[in-house]
């Protein structure tokens, strides 16, 4: 027979004690916390410099609105988790974390979603299009100022905004005509660019599912093509814009710039 390793056995049972002794703590510690009245409502909303979706009063009339009475409510009668779960299904939050300390304060922490493309779809139906890659609604309130883009665009939002526009472009079915992960990636590479984010406003999409870009100055139009050697048409476009329109005048000479053919830029003018 083997021996008995008292050593191990002590071990385990003073390992079983004090994890006993933990648990009844913290047993303890949850039960007196459901006595503890909500006298203060703490609501921080982050990135609010770039985006005026969301105010403290927007987020007070949301809890409101659900009958969710926290100021001067037992913690007993406050479900954390609800909130929590609520606050992020709204359609301007992007995250959103709940807690409750000892004082009796119940702290919201938000951030709201940052959208980079406007849609206006054929129906003329107009959504946004966050960091995220997902679909966001208008906000009465305000509105961003992103890059916009419209033309032959059928994505509705109500049919696509539980998709992000990544799961929209690996589905077969959505893929056949979506065009927002075309228009995306053309908006992502814009905004990383301090020359060109500043000179295009504008994506059009023509009836061949081509891309057309409209500046802020001039008045001429910008055939992209396809979202293929994207940054080699840029680079192009850059080029030209930095050297071939130095002149003041040339910026309203020309009617089209073409990018689509290889190493070359194609203009016509007017």
């Given at each position: 027979?083997?021996?008995?390793?008292?050593?191990?056995?002590?071990?385990?049972?003073?390992?079983?004690?004090?994890?006993?002794?933990?648990?009844?703590?913290?047993g303890f510690v949850s039960g007196s916390e459901k006595n503890i009245v909500a006298k203060e409502l703490n609501i921080i909303i982050h990135n609010n410099d770039e985006n005026l979706f969301l105010t403290e009063k927007d987020v007070k009339l949301f809890f409101d609105e659900r009958k969710d009475k926290i100021l001067n409510n037992h913690y007993k009668n406050i479900s954390i988790p609800e909130l929590e779960k609520a606050l992020n299904a709204h359609p301007a939050i992007e995250n959103a974390e709940v807690s409750a300390d000892m004082n009796g304060e119940v702290k919201v922490d938000i951030t709201q979603r940052t959208p980079v493309l406007r849609v206006i779809n054929k129906d003329g139906e107009s959504y946004y299009v966050d960091t995220q890659s997902k679909l966001m609604p208008l906000n009465e309130n305000y509105s961003a100022r992103v890059m916009v883009a419209n033309g032959e665009i059928f994505e509705p939002y109500s049919r696509r905004y539980q998709f992000s526009v990544n799961q929209i472009k690996k589905n077969e079915l959505f893929s056949e005509v979506s065009v927002l992960d075309d228009l995306l990636d053309v908006t992502n590479y814009l905004s990383k660019d301090s020359t060109l984010s500043g000179l295009i406003q504008q994506i059009y999409v023509n009836k061949d599912k081509e891309l057309e870009l409209f500046p802020t100055v001039g008045n001429h139009k910008i055939i992209f093509g396809d979202t293929k050697n994207m940054a080699e048409k840029f680079n192009k476009l850059k080029l030209f814009y930095t050297q071939g329109l130095n002149k003041t005048d040339t910026w309203t000479k020309y009617a089209t710039i073409n990018l689509k053919y290889k190493n070359l830029v194609v203009c016509t003018k007017k």
């Open positions: 027979m083997k021996k008995l390793n008292y050593r191990k056995i002590l071990i385990a049972v003073l390992w079983v004690i004090t994890m006993a002794g933990l648990t009844a703590s913290l």
